[in-house]
């Protein structure tokens, strides 16, 4: 079964505002992930880092704050940029913070959580950091947990 809705007509914002075009990404494989900053996961934006450093030819990674985890993302737009750039030297695209779950999801996460939007498979978000991956075409590959590291087998299979 395929998604009825693609993905690249999904309207986000960056951290900075402007719209982030999906569609720009049509060729390479996605990894969103709910990113956080108070997080126990949080230093996996340095191997979130790496990740896109060794593949960017193949994979975009992008971060999506997030803060309905233990409140764990309280910061402002410039805040989470600051952190990231200072912290982990993060250079990946970072959208505006959403709700991941819940009577607001946005529209990006209830495509990615709902078999009958992304035609694969249903989920819930569980934690910050959990992770999805969309394939060059803008179909979903699969999900992983928290505590799937970044550079997990599990997911450099799809990559090599």
């Known amino acids: 079964m395929t998604s009825t809705n693609s993905i690249y007509t999904i309207n986000i914002n960056s951290l900075q505002g402007s719209p982030l ?6 060729g ?5 992930v709910n990113v956080a900053s108070k997080c126990g996961f949080t230093p ?5 880092q790496k990740l896109y450093d060794e593949y960017q030819d193949k994979l ?10 233990g ?15 200072l912290n982990y030297g993060v250079s990946f695209p970072i959208t505006e913070k959403i709700d991941v779950k819940g009577p607001n999801q946005h529209p990006l996460y ?6 009958a939007e992304n035609g694969k498979k249903s989920s819930s978000v ?5 992770k999805y991956l969309v394939d060059e075409n803008g179909e979903f590959i699969d999900y992983y ?12 299979k799809h990559l090599n």
Do not use: R
């Open 28 to 32: 390479k494989k996605i990894l969103f």
């Open 21 to 26: 075009d999906l569609s720009n990404y049509k």
């Open 44 to 48: 996996q934006y340095k191997e979130l």
């Open 60 to 69: 975009v990674v992008i971060g999506v704050p997030c803060n309905q985890f």
């Open 110 to 115: 209830l495509w990615l959580t709902k078999k």
């Open 71 to 85: 409140k764990q993302e309280p910061g402002s737009s410039e805040d989470i940029q600051q952190f990231c750039e």
């Open 145 to 156: 947990f928290s505590i799937t590291k970044p550079m997990s087998k599990k997911i450099l």
């Open 126 to 130: 569980k934690w910050n950091f959990q």
